[in-house]
């Protein structure tokens, strides 16, 4: 038998499995219409590159893509309000008050990604929570990211969605792929991006960002038609320069006025002469330690590799905070997210914990982190603990609504640790017998 065939029957038995973390429910869908598993990849076209790094030398200034006109919201929705985000204010008139007195300076009270603070704020002075891998969603399987589906993702405050593309054997249209179509297919990528795209259209104040993760190295041109067809390109932004330094970016309400409230990037092989929309992620930011496996998470530079401290300094960066454990299968070493953790490596405070990381980051760079990524953001020290982290290094208040969004119930049997660890037995058993 195939090795990926092999690897696939392992993550087929570990999705069987049912748990807690921390007391919170981790609820498996056995028969999920929506994963199945194929056999083999293939790169589109036929040919295969190699995950190259591009490094501009100099800075290319594109037509304006932001309109001068930030007085109302364009054609975001099918019926439009306009809506003021500098505010408005009233001031009670008075015998004493003076002609020449400057008037009262208008307070903003509309949310820009939830709140009025960030209106004001550039798009890379704000640190949101990311799903990592956003549409791998199978509860309790080893080989998924999260619990909750993209929207309710979106609807809880994820404000930066990633995830990695595939070409499925003897398929004409690209996938969402958990490394390979044989581990877990989350389905074609029009579907995904579809729902992205209804729910932007239906939240005219919020930015969201779309990391796609270039599995294949496929050329861009094979990916946009499907982009296109979805409708997303509507609210997609088009940057004014090529590449966008950190002090560069507009403010989320100059975004929100014009409608470009999608930030999409590419990682690796872009064409941004081509597709000026479809960003290439390693010249403008950079990411600590992929697949961590080091509770201490060191807030170091991996990718791209050999930037200087200038070149660092001028990019946001993603801080990778998704633990995984290593285990050894039959001579092969697999990544598997670290679950048992979650109530630390989600949580605020104490070592390990996404809070202690993203402080040290900014301690280490002089400014934090764009983006928290992380596994199962909805589970943690308590439900929406990772959006209290996002709150303190923003320096806002973080109001501790409802949250998460639910899942299906399903019965409690074990923790996630033993039953993982009794699916891995029963797999190496069964592939030694095959």
Request: hydrophobic share 35%; aromatic share 10%; proline share 7%.
């Given at each position: ?7 696939g ?7 069987l ?8 429910s ?10 199945t598993i ?20 100099t ?5 304006t ?10 054609s ?20 004493t ?11 903003n ?20 929570v990311?799903?990592h891998?956003?549409p791998f ?74 990391l ?11 990916y946009?038609?499907y ?11 088009t ?34 002469t ?58 092969s070493?697999?990544l ?8 630390v ?28 990524n992380t ?52 797999s ?7």
């Amino acid at each position: 038998m195939a090795l990926p065939k092999r690897f696939g029957a392992v993550f087929c038995l570990l999705s069987l499995t049912i748990g807690t973390v921390h007391g919170q429910s981790v609820s498996i869908a056995t028969n999920d219409p929506a994963l199945t598993i194929l056999t083999g990849t293939k790169e589109a076209g036929g040919e295969s590159t190699t995950g190259t790094y591009q490094t501009p030398t100099t800075t290319r200034t594109l037509a304006t893509a932001l309109s001068s006109d930030l007085t109302s919201i364009g054609s975001n929705t099918t019926s439009v309000t306009v809506t003021y985000l500098t505010g408005t204010t009233s001031a009670t008139k008075n015998s004493t008050t003076s002609a020449t007195a400057a008037p009262p300076k208008p307070v903003n009270t509309r949310p820009c990604n939830g709140y009025p603070e960030f209106c004001d704020r550039k798009y890379s002075n704000i640190t949101v929570v990311g799903a990592h891998n956003s549409p791998f969603v199978r509860p309790g399987s080893a080989a998924a990211n999260q619990q909750l589906d993209v929207t309710t993702q979106l609807n809880d405050g994820i404000r930066f969605l990633q995830a990695q593309i595939q070409w499925p054997k003897n398929g004409s249209v690209p996938h969402f792929c958990h490394s390979a179509c044989d581990l877990l297919d989350a389905g074609p990528i029009t579907e995904w991006l579809t729902e992205v795209k209804d729910w932007v259209a239906n939240h005219p104040y919020d930015v969201v960002t779309v990391l796609l993760g270039n599995g294949n190295y496929s050329r861009p041109e094979q990916y946009v038609p499907y982009i296109e067809s979805t409708g997303i390109l509507r609210y997609v932004y088009t940057p004014p320069k090529i590449p966008m330094a950190r002090d560069d970016w507009p403010t989320l309400a100059e975004m929100i006025l014009t409608g470009q409230r999608v930030v999409m990037y590419l990682d690796y092989d872009t064409n941004q002469t081509a597709f000026p929309w479809l960003m290439d992620e390693f010249s403008q930011i950079w990411e600590t330690p992929f697949d961590p496996i080091d509770q201490a998470f060191p807030c170091t530079v991996q990718r791209p590799p050999n930037l200087s401290p200038e070149d660092i300094r001028k990019r946001m960066y993603i801080m990778n905070h998704n633990l995984n454990v290593e285990v050894s299968l039959l001579g092969s070493n697999i990544l598997v997210p670290a679950v048992t953790q979650l109530n630390v490596t989600n949580g605020a405070t104490g070592f390990g914990s996404m809070g202690l990381a993203a402080n040290n980051c900014r301690s280490d760079w002089g400014y934090p982190p764009s983006v928290l990524n992380t596994d199962y953001y909805n589970l943690g020290s308590y439900p929406g603990s990772v959006f209290e982290v996002a709150a303190m290094i923003n320096n806002v208040t973080y109001v501790n609504g409802t949250c998460c969004g639910s899942v299906s119930t399903a019965p409690r049997v074990e923790t996630m640790g033993t039953l993982v660890s009794v699916g891995l037995m029963w797999s190496a058993f069964w592939m030694l017998l095959a």
